[in-house]
DNA sequence: GTAATAGTAATTTTT
DNA sequence: TTACTATTAC
C-alpha cells in the first residue's frame, strides 16, 4: 500500500538511529534500554504504529503496560499515528487487565465462577486477619499487613503455600504458610481473587495447560512489555509463557536505572540478564536525553554511575548547559520550606516562570505536609499528587461491596464490610454467630442471612427485621439485573438500605456530606455511562464493569486529575516516575531521608535502589534542578541531626580523585534566616548542632 | 452495641 | 505530631 509505506517513512525520519533501529527491529527478541527522557514512549508507539502500517494484523500485538494511564495514552498515540482511526483489536492493557481477561475466559480451567469478584488491598486486609484470628496468629493490622506483604511477594514469585512451607526455617515462616494457605482458600470458596492472583492465576495457567498457552501465541504473535525493569517475577513468567519459542517476537523496554520497585516485588535482574534468556536478543540503548540541560545530565550520570548492577549508559544532552544545579542547605526543615516558598515567589514573579512548571519532589508523602500549609498561607496554587486515593474512600468502598455481592453472592467478604452498614442491628456477636452457622452449612453468609431474614430460630426480632432488609434488598437487586439495568441495580440497592442516610448520620456537615455522597454519585454516573454503551450487555458484563473499577478504571476521575492544571505539583519520587517538570525541588536529600533510613538497613541493594530514586528525582527536571538538605529535620515531633545525603558526599569525594577536570555538579551555598526580631526564640544553629553532635558521638 | 481513652508505630504504590 | 487500633467503660 503506497500510503502507508509513505506513511512509515515519515514515521521513521523522525526518529534519532537508535529509536530507528528499535521501532524496525520488529522480529525476534529486542531490548531497549531507554533512559529517562530519551523518547522511550514514542519508541513503543511508533514501534506497533510501523507493525501496524506494514500489515500486521491489530489483533496479533500485544502491547502491556503497568498502569491504565499509559495504556490510554498509547492507544491515542498510536491511533494518531495510523490515521486517526483507532485500531480495532489491538490489545494495550495493563498486565492486570490482560490477566482479567484471561481469567474470564478460563475461568472454568481455574476453579473459578464466571462472576467472581476481585478484592482491594484492604479487602486483603482484612480477609488476612480473619485468618489470622482463626489459626491463632498474631491479628493487629500492623502484623496482617506485614504477612501479607510477605504473602504477596511469595504470591510475585509464583510460591504457593507448600513452597513456603519447604523454605520455613523458623515458627513464624510456619506461621505465614499456614496464613497464606487459609487465605487462598478463603479466596476460592467466596469466588474472588485479589491483584497478585491477577497475574499468579493466568500465568500457572499458561504453564501447565500447553493447549491453552498456546491459543495465546497464536493470537498474539508480537509482544511488547513497557517498563520492564518493574516487572516482578510473576509478570515475567506470565510474558515468558506467552513468547511463542518459533516466533520469539518479544520486545521489552525499560531503563533499568528507573528500577524504584522493588519493595512491592520487581526484579530488576531480569532486564539485566535479557541477553540469557532470549539468547541472540538485539539491544538498543536511548542515550539521547531531550528533556535536561547538560548540567543536571551530569549529575544524574555522576550519581547513576556509583550504581554497580547495571547496564552501562551514559545520557547525552540535547539542549545546553543552562543554569548550573543548585544545591542549598538551611538549618532546619522549616526553613527548607521558607525557603522554597520564597524562592518560587521569586520564580513565579519576578523569572517568568508559571506555578503549573514547577515540582517539589520529597522521598516520602509526609513531607509535603508543611509545604501544604505554607503554600495555603501564601495563597499559591499547589496539587497534590497520591495520597489517599478516590477508591480508598469509605462511601466508594461501601458502594462497590454492595455492588459485589449482588454480582457475587459468595463474596463473604464483602458482605460482612457493609452488613451493619448503615446500622441494622447485626452488630459483632451475630456477625461472629452468622458467620458460624455458615461455616457449619458450609454455605455463603449471604444464604445464612437470608434464612435468617425468613424467621431461622435463634435470632432476635430486632436482627431479623434488619437480615430482612438486607437480603430483600439483594434480592431486588437480582431482579433488576436479571432485566439489564444495572443503574437501577447499583442506585436502587443504595436506595433500598437508605444509603445516603447513613451517610448523612455520619457527616453532619453538609459540605462533608455533599463531597460524601458525591463521590458515590460519580460513581452512579460511570454505572450509567456504562449502561448505555455497547459493552453493556448481560449479566457478565457487569462483571467486567466491577473488574474495571477495582482495576482503578473510573475514567471519570483519572480525567478530572488531569484537567486540574492549577498550580504547581508536590508529590513522592515514587509518583513523578515518568513525568517531567521545569523548575524541579528535590528535598531532604539527607540520609536517612534519600536513602531512606529504612532501606540503609537493607545495606547495598537497599542503598542502589535509593540511589535510582535520587536519579530519577534528577532527570525529572528541564531546566532548573534544585537540592535541599537541613541540617535539623522535624519529623513525629521531633528534631533530628541529618547529613548531607551520602550520594552528594561519595560525588564529591570520588569525582575529585579521578582528577578529572571538573565542572562543579553543582552549586552549593546554605541559607541561613535572618535571627528573628525578639531575643527569646533566635536558636543559635551553631551551638545547637555541636550539642547534638556531642550527644550522638557520646 | 457504642463511645471514650490509652497506647503504638511511623517509606515508597499500582493494580 | 498524627493516625490508627485495642481496650475499657458505659
Redesign the pocket.
Known sequence: MPASSRALESLLRELNDAQREAVMTTDGPLLVLAGAGTGKTRVITYRIAHLLLRGVAPENILGVT????AAREMRERIAALTGGRKPRGLTLS????LGVRILRAECAAIGLRKNFTIC??SDQVSRLRTVLRDIKGP????DARAILATISLAKNRLASPEDLVDDATDEYDYLIARAYLRYQEGLKTQNCVD??D?ILLPARLLESSPEICAHYRQRFRWLLVDEYQDTNGAQYRFTRALVDPARRNVCVVGDDDQS??G??GAEMDKILRFEQDFPGARVVKLEENYRSTSDILELANAVISQNAGRHPKRLRATAGRGAPVRWVTVPSSEDEVDWIVREILDLTQRRGSRPDDIAILM????QARPFEEKLRLRRIPYRLI?GQ?Y?DRKEVRDAIAYWNVAHNPSDDMSLLRII?TP?R??????IARLDALARDRKESLVATLERVAAGAEGFSSAVRAGAKGLSDAFARAQERARAGRFEELCRGLLDDVSYRDALAELYSDPLTLQSRWGAVEDLLSSVKRFDESPASDGPESFGEFLAAL???GDDDHEDRDEHQHAGLVL??L??AKGLEYPVVFLIGVEDESLP?R??IE?GDR?IE??RR?FYVGITRARQVLYLTSATFRSA???EHLRRPSRFLSELRESVGADGLPLSPLWENSSYRPAAKAEGDDVRNYLDEYRRLRELQDG
Open positions: 503497568f498502569t491504565n494511564k495493563t498486565f492486570h487487565a482491594d488491598a491479628v493487629s493490622a500492623g491483584f497478585d491477577l524504584i520497585y519493595f512491592r522521598r516520602s508523602a509526609m497520591g486515593s477508591f451493619n446500622r442491628g447485626i452488630g459483632n456477636t451475630t477495582a482495576l482503578q508529590q513522592t515514587h509518583s531512606h529504612k532501606s537493607d537497599g535502589e535509593e530514586l513525629y515531633g521531633k
